[in-house]
Each structure stands twice: as C-alpha cells, then as structure tokens.
C-alpha cells in the first residue's frame, strides 16, 4: 500500500479526479496554497496498492498541463550592452509535484 | 513514531477529535473534500508513538459512523424480467479511510 | 527525499515560508486547524533530499515563535487552602510541531 501525495494546479483538479475515478481510485482533495507564488493550487491524496501506482503516476502525468511562459532573460551585467540582443525565452511551468509515501498500514472502518 | 492520517466524515469529526483529546493525542484537521462522490469530509493528522497506535484506531473505528443506505439493484441483463423481483439492498457508507505512515523523526519547537 | 510535514501557527506562517523560499525550498500550504485547542494553524508540506532536511528544520525552528503565557496553577485539592499562596506560572505555547516522513520515490511532470 502506499499513499500518493499529488499537488496540482487548480485548474487541472477536476478532470484529473475524474479521470482517476474512472479507473476507481478513491482520492482525498485537499486545499493548498503554493508557498512560494501563491498561486492556488490542489492536493490529492490517493491510496493505492504498490502495482498501482504506476497507473496512477500515468493519469496525473497525462493530466497535469504544463504551460509555456515567455520570460525576459536578465541582460548580463558588465557584459557589452551594445552588442546584447535580450531574447525572450520560454520556460515551462505548472505541471504535478508527486511524493510517493510508504504506508506501515491502512483500514477501513 | 507514527503519523496516523484519517479520512472521516464531517459530521464525525467534532466527537473523533474530543474522544481522542480525551486520551491526550493531539490532531491537526485539514478541510477536504472527497474527489469521487464530493461529500463533505475532513482528514485528521494525529502523531503518536508506535504503542499508542492501536488506541488510536481503536477510538477512530468506534467514533466514525456507517450509516445503511438503501439501494435498488441494477436488474439482471438478459434475464427473465418477469419473474424477477427487486429487492431494494443495504450497502453500508461512511466509516473511515485510515493511513498509518512511518516517520523518520519527530520534533517539537 | 523526505516529505516535511510542519504545523505552525498561522501568524509564523508568513516569515517562515518567505525564509525557506529564500533557501530554495519548495512549500505547499495546508489550512488546518488545531483539533483540542481549535486554533487557527498552517500546515506545510516541504519536499526536500535528505541531505537538506536539517537546513529546512533549522529555519523551521527559528522562525517558529514561542510565546509564554501567564496561568494560574489549580489549588492543591485537600491541602491546607490557608497557607497555599497560588502564583501564576508561565508556561511555553506555539512553536511548531514537524514530522519528517520517508518518501518512496518523487517526480516532478
Ligand atoms: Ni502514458
Ligand atoms: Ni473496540
Ligand atoms: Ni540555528
């Protein structure tokens, strides 16, 4: 048995509780903030025997977006000012941050 | 050193938390929902030390209440619809989900 | 990897996530509340590998504020009430109270 501890972004909750659902995982929505960026985002907590995990790991990777984000790179400092063309990049953000926990035991009453 | 973390009902949650007050266990409740059937639910984390463990689900599985539902079952496809009858059956709901998880080390500041 | 589990009083939470934010760690906050003494508290789930763990309880501890707090101690029951002058101890409440739990395996989508 072991206990997946999911954060998401709230936007991707329902249908990744849905698609999880679907295959009869029994999840625990829990609510989050994001420390750092503040930015609303969602626990589950889904219980599951050791063989289906990886199953599980699938449905949140395939229903986590990611999204891409144009930022403006630093310009170097001391470089040639002139001669530096700042180019804005993309960088990836959003996606599931998952800790898979060993768990000694597990009832249902 | 565990830490028990415990699915239970809402409307559990006020006499769990004072019955287990009562044998000295500290519990930190977490506002939850459930993702499959969007009840109501609060999950309890409880620490204790590893003999304590057993009382601890021992006042989880008495406080957390089943209640008995009434369900209509599904009529068998195919079959002799006539002579079939169907019998509305108890399907028990509620109770509680309970993780037991190791802990590497425990402090208080 | 281990799992950080903090509860911590919610007017620590504030300086506590900026200064592990400061130190690159990843936090994820929880609302909870204090199931015996029904006070408002935060709990923190912090991702970290082993090696970072102590940095992280470090910081915890130091941004984690006790404050003393003035009680009256019960009357000795039974004893001579004349001669018992009650003095109003001090006594150490908040802080923080962490769990650091093993994590089987991490990924990041
Ligand atoms: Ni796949
Ligand atoms: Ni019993
Ligand atoms: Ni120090």
Redesign the interface.
Known sequence: ???I?A?IQDKDSHRL?DA??DKEY???????????LKEG?T???I?CEDEEVDQA?DI??HK?S?REQMVAPISPMGGNADSYIPRPINIEVG???????????????
């Open positions: 048995m072991k206990l501890i954060v509780i999880l659902s029994k999840t625990t929505k829990l609510s989050t903030t994001g420390g750092f985002n626990t589950l907590m219980g790991l949140i990777k986590s990611h996606g599931a941050t998952v800790f898979v926990l060993p768990v000694d035991s597990f009832f249902q009453f």
